[in-house]
């Protein structure tokens, strides 16, 4: 099993940014691909961005391509999310999760994957 924590979400005037991480236990971190969905207020939650189990592969959602990167560092066990240039719209319980190496393709898709953090919240003020 693997369990996640997510961390570094608050309030933030637009334009402005943040660096979410979430932390994994477990020693086999290095296996997982790693995403990043958002759940704004009376929306579905949605997907961010992704990133392979070895860092070279990376995925976004077309509304925060340019503006956030994510990252990990597998020695750490953690995954970064850096959101730059936010906006109102970003507001949002930001979750993580983690999907182990049975990957359909539907990298956008929560059902894609295994495991799910708690989730932390940013508020994007205009």
């Known amino acids: 099993q693997v369990q996640l924590v997510e961390s570094g979400g608050g309030q933030v005037e637009a334009g402005g940014s943040l660096r979410l991480s979430c932390a994994a236990s477990?020693?086999?971190?290095?296996?997982?691909?790693m995403g990043w969905f958002r759940q704004a207020p009376g929306k579905e939650r949605a997907f961010v961005a992704r990133i392979s189990s070895s860092g070279i592969r990376t995925y976004y959602a077309d509304s925060v391509k340019g503006r956030f990167t994510i990252s990990r560092d597998n020695a750490k066990n953690t995954v970064y999310l850096e959101m730059n240039t936010l906006k109102p719209e970003d507001t949002a319980v930001y979750v993580c999760?983690?999907?182990?190496?049975?990957?359909?393709?539907?990298?956008?898709?929560?059902?894609?994957?295994?495991?799910w953090g708690q989730g932390t919240q940013v508020i994007v003020s205009s």
């Open positions: 477990g020693r086999t971190f290095s296996s997982y691909a």
């Open positions: 999760a983690a999907d182990y190496p049975s990957y359909s393709g539907r990298y956008y898709s929560t059902n894609e994957y295994d495991y």
